[in-house]
C-alpha cells in the first residue's frame, strides 16, 4: 500500500546548509548595520552623488544630509533636494570624526570608495553605500 521511498540525507542537508548560510549571512549583515547606525549617531550626514539611485529611491531615505557632494564640476554650487552641491575637496575641510558620509551610488561606489579612502576616511566607520534592502533593517535598527 505505501511506496518504500529512501530518505535522501544529502539534499535535505543541503537545504540545512543554505538556511543556516541564509541566517548567518542576514546575521553578520544586521551587526554591520548596527556598526554603521552607532557611528552615524550624533554626526554630520554628508550625501555624495546627486543622480540616478537618490533619485530613484528618495522616498525612502530619511537621513537629514546637510549637504551633497558630486564628482560633477557643473553641479557645485547648485540645489539638489533643497540642499547645495559641493565639490568632493569639501570633505578635507571636516573633521572625520563629526560626519558620516551615505554615498548614493551604487554603480560607482568602488571609484568613490578609493577616493574617499585616499582623503582618509574609512568605510563603515565615515561612508557607506547602503542598498533598499539594508536601508529598510538600518531604519528597523534605529
Do not use: A, W
Not at 543556516?20 to 546575521?27: A, D, F, I, P, T
Not at 568602488?110 to 536601508?135: A, P, T, W
Amino acid at each position: 500500500m505505501y511506496k518504500n521511498t529512501q530518505y535522501d540525507g544529502n539534499n535535505n542537508n543541503k537545504i540545512l546548509d543554505k538556511v543556516s548560510h541564509e541566517k548567518l549571512q542576514k546575521e553578520v549583515l544586521l551587526k554591520k548595520l548596527e556598526f554603521i547606525s552607532r557611528n552615524m549617531k550624533n554626526k554630520k550626514i554628508i550625501g555624495f552623488g546627486t543622480s540616478g539611485q537618490y533619485k530613484q529611491n528618495q522616498e525612502i531615505y530619511k537621513f537629514n544630509i546637510s549637504y551633497f557632494i558630486d564628482n560633477y564640476m557643473d553641479k557645485y554650487g547648485k540645489v539638489f533636494d533643497g540642499k547645495i552641491i559641493c565639490s568632493p575637496n569639501k570633505l578635507l575641510e571636516e573633521n572625520k570624526n563629526d560626519v558620516f558620509i551615505v554615498v548614493f551610488s551604487q554603480v560607482y561606489y568602488g571609484e568613490i570608495r578609493k577616493q574617499l579612502r585616499d582623503m582618509s576616511y574609512c568605510e563603515y566607520s565615515n561612508f557607506y553605500s547602503f542598498s533598499v534592502e539594508e536601508l529598510r533593517m538600518l531604519y528597523d535598527i534605529c
